[in-house]
């Protein structure tokens, strides 16, 4: 009964496992796109990029938008798919856009 009951519990948080691992952008290393791809698509969005870094098996842009406000940009390294853009407006205050904009 007790192996039963231990099976049925891997069983149930297996889905949960994989659920919070989506949030990362772990692909190998061979699917990613070079950095030059990432600065073309910050280009093509007007945003001027401080630097590009990789967070969490993430590209990450730091930089400022079209406007001239700090933005720190999540990109899914084998997509270039924007994941999240974090808008920062110098009174410390942050504000999270989730816009799944394209990269291609």
Request: one cysteine or more.
């Amino acid at each position: 009964m007790r192996l039963a009951l231990t099976i049925l519990a891997c069983v149930a948080v297996l889905p949960i496992g994989q659920a919070l691992a989506d949030d990362e952008c772990f692909v190998p290393m061979a699917d990613w796109k070079p950095k030059e791809a990432v600065s073309a698509l910050a280009a093509r969005n007007g945003w001027t990029v401080r630097r590009i870094k990789i967070d969490d098996g993430c590209y990450e842009i730091d930089g400022t938008d079209a406007e001239g406000q700090r933005i720190e940009v999540t990109v899914h390294p084998s997509t270039l798919d924007v994941l999240d853009i974090e808008r920062k407006d110098g009174t410390g205050h942050r504000r999270h856009d989730v816009e799944g904009r394209r990269g291609d």
